[in-house]
């Protein structure tokens, strides 16, 4: 049952309750037949002491006949006394006889023997046989009536003790609780035994999907059976079979897409690329063939300067370009976060200056320390804040807000440019997506691939018309 | 219904009817005793008597008791004592008993006519025996002690060829009544004994098995039949009374049917001389057996 998965209680196992059944079944079956045995063989018991109750009677009032009519007492007593346990009688008429008398036909005692010192008041049977009083005590009491020609000259009384019957009963029950417990515990054992060779084939199964879980594809598992548990296991490694082809091909596919998809982002990537350089290309080569054909000696000064905004445009984009193809894995160093914060943001103050808007940078003092690349989320930060300025007004206010709550630090970026609707919000960052005109669609993108590369993330707060909050998130992950 | 042959052996006192209940000898609080030493068994004693009883005790207007003993001296003690009023008797104990106390002899029974009996000496059909002198070094059964038929008559048969019982035979046991001795030879147990007739012919009339099984080797002389007598300690008046209901039993059908369950026609006063032989062959027997102490000692 030992294995790397979770192992099942052995009160819970299939084995434990199958031999719980079958010992409850077991146990209820001994303990009802022997409760039915017990009351057939107390009936029976109760049978046959009643018989021999009436046997006695009838033989001692067969036998008094003569010491009665000869008036022997003495042979009266003898008889009595040779159903009597101390006298030697036989032994088991004599242990169920507990008293017993004989009396004249007018009720004059004439003999008596027994262990009872003041027997019953005196059943007269009136001549019809053998009567049986039985009050239901331990002592039931047998009259014979001593007949000679139909004429009655005595009567015979004999008390049937059960006592050596309900011996023997009690000596039973105790024989049957024995058996009861034997019966269990081989019960027990046997479906203990019987139930761990059923299940072991699916305990090899266990252990086989455990080492499947664990990365063993194709595990296969040994079972002998032929009944339905070996057609599980059957199953089951037909099953493991399918399962690595499946996944080999999962893999096929998954390097065919991953192929696909770069190819498909390298001619997307190509493609604006291309289209971004395009316009500034062409103005400078209609300048510059303008020269060529001599209408003029010479650029002015206003086309020069134009095809120099064309030049710096274009390295405006292949920087951008570059800037997220060849995206730099994260060298994190531990630092104070507000003197770093702090710096980026008068940057940022700076640019905002430039363009006319108001960058307000408010950094709380208790940011304490933490484990980040400074460059990925200085880059990251100013595209975001670049961005906000960039939907902003003359004049507007963009405010970076910079604290820690219990997700970590977080910097809020807040504009009160025009707002997003859902539809933008949706493809806010993916590359190349913008609804600004000369815009590169990758700032934001690349915002968010530093941030994700920190283990952090970036939430939109947005509101058409009104403005957006774009709050940057990044967890404590190093010493503070 | 075939007429039951019944047995012959029984004896009872007569009497007349009287008006005033009998007495009895232990006094006036029980009823009348009557003892019997049962020559069959006394279960079928008990029942065959107890037509006889009520009967009686009808007659004497008071309840007659039977009393039943063993063996025939019992009855005499009774007898002798007073424990009982009156009794029938076998020959023999009459006859011991007259020679210790006084037993006054009321009535004697008829049975077939007669007022005799036999006694018969027994063997088994299957053995070879013929007569008496066969069965020396055999198995006897003897009745009883004071029996005459079971015991003193083959005794004195014995004591005329000079033997006793003891020597003659191989071994003897005494069986205290008659059909026990009839079965005791049909089953073996004895290769010969000696009843009363009256019960033997009694026994064979009703196709005992055990007497059918048996057959007669010797017939004594005839010997006076068992009596009904009266203890000593009865008042002379008593007697009288229970003589006289006795005497005239069989004078009414009831009393005729009663003794005829018996097997007994009547009862009869005691002829004179009726038990001489016997009292000779018991003189007899006892001096024999005195002369042979002698000779012995």
Known sequence: ???????????????????????????????????????????????????????????????????????????????????????????DEAAIVDYAEIRDRDGRRLAEAGRIATPPPVHQSGGEGVVVTDAGGMVFEVAAPVVVKGVQIGLVRVGVTRALARARLRGLVGQIALLLACAALLA??????????????????????????????????????????????????????????????????????IRSERLSTLGSFAAHLAHELKNPLTSIKLSMQAMAEGERGCLDAE????????????????????????????????????????????????????????????????????????????????????????????????????SRDHRGLRVAVADHGPGMDAEVRAHLFEPFYTTRHGGTGLGLAIAQQGVEDHGGRIEVESTVGRGTVVTIVLPYTGEE | MAVRRRWGWVLVAAALLCDAPVAGAAGAERGLCFAISAMVSPARTFSDYQAFMRLLGKRLHQPVELKQRKTYEEVNELLRTGNADCGLVCTGAFIHADRHFKETVVAVPVVHGEETYHS????????????????????????????????????????????????????????????????????????????????????????????????????????????????????????????????????????????????????ARPPAHLYDSVREMESFVDRFRRQHHAVVE
Not at chain 1, 48 to 67: C, D, F, H, M, W
Not at chain 1, 233 to 246: C, H, I, K, P
Not at chain 1, 314 to 334: C, K, N
Not at chain 2, 189 to 216: E, F, K, N, Q, W
Request: aromatic content about 8%; overall charge neutral.
């Open chain 1, 188 to 257: 027990a054992s046997a479906t203990v035994l019987l139930s761990r060779r059923f299940i072991r084939p699916l305990l090899q199964m266990i252990h086989g999907a455990r080492q499947i879980g664990a990365g063993g594809w194709g595990t296969q598992i040994q079972v002998r059976s032929r009944d339905e548990t070996g057609e599980l296991a059957a199953t089951f490694n037909e099953m493991s079979v399918r399962l690595q082809e499946a996944l080999e091909e999962v893999h096929r596919t998954q390097a065919q897409l």
């Open chain 1, 1 to 91: 049952m030992a294995g790397e998965g979770v192992t099942v209680p052995w009160y819970r196992g299939i084995s434990f309750k199958v031999s719980a059944v079958i010992v409850l079944l077991v146990v209820a079956t001994v303990a009802v037949a022997g409760l039915i045995f017990l009351a057939t063989l107390h009936h029976y018991t109760e049978g046959v002491l009643k018989s021999r109750g009436r046997y006695i009677a009838a033989t001692l009032a067969q036998q008094a006949v003569e010491p009665i009519l000869y008036e022997d007492r003495v042979a009266l007593l003898k008889l009595l006394e040779s159903f009597q346990p101390e006298a030697g009688g036989a032994t």
């Open chain 2, 120 to 267: 018969y000496v027994i063997v088994r059909k299957d053995r070879p025996y013929t007569s008496f002198a066969d069965l020396k070094g055999k198995v006897f059964a003897f009745t009883d002690e004071l029996s005459n038929s079971g015991a003193l008559y083959p005794t004195y048969l014995l004591a005329k060829r000079g033997e006793t019982p003891d020597h003659y035979f191989s071994y003897t046991f005494f069986t205290h009544s008659h059909d026990k001795s009839v079965e005791a030879v049909a089953r073996g147990l004895a290769d010969g004994a000696a009843v009363d007739s009256l019960v033997y012919d009694a026994l064979v009339a009703a196709a005992g098995p055990c007497a059918l099984a048996t057959r007669i080797i010797h017939r004594s002389p005839p010997f006076g039949i068992p009596p009904v007598v009266v203890s000593p300690k009865l008042p002379p008046d008593h007697r009288r009374k229970i003589a006289r209901a006795l005497l005239t039993f069989a004078d009414e059908p009831e009393g005729k049917a009663a003794l005829a369950r018996l097997g007994i026609d009547r009862f």
């Open chain 1, 303 to 402: 086309e020069r300067e134009l095809i120099l905004n064309d030049v710096a445009r274009m390295d405006e984009v292949i920087t951008s370009f570059l800037a997220y193809g060849r995206r730099r894995p994260v060298a994190p160093v531990a630092v104070e976060a507000a003197p770093l914060l702090e710096e980026i943001g008068r940057r940022l103050v700076a640019r905002g200056r430039q363009a006319g808007v108001a960058v307000e940078l408010a950094v709380a003092p208790d940011l304490g320390c933490l484990r980040l690349d400074p460059e990925r989320i200085s880059e990251a930060l100013e595209n975001v804040v670049t961005n906000a300025i960039q939907v902003s007004d003359d004049g507007a206010v963009v405010t970076v807000d910079v």
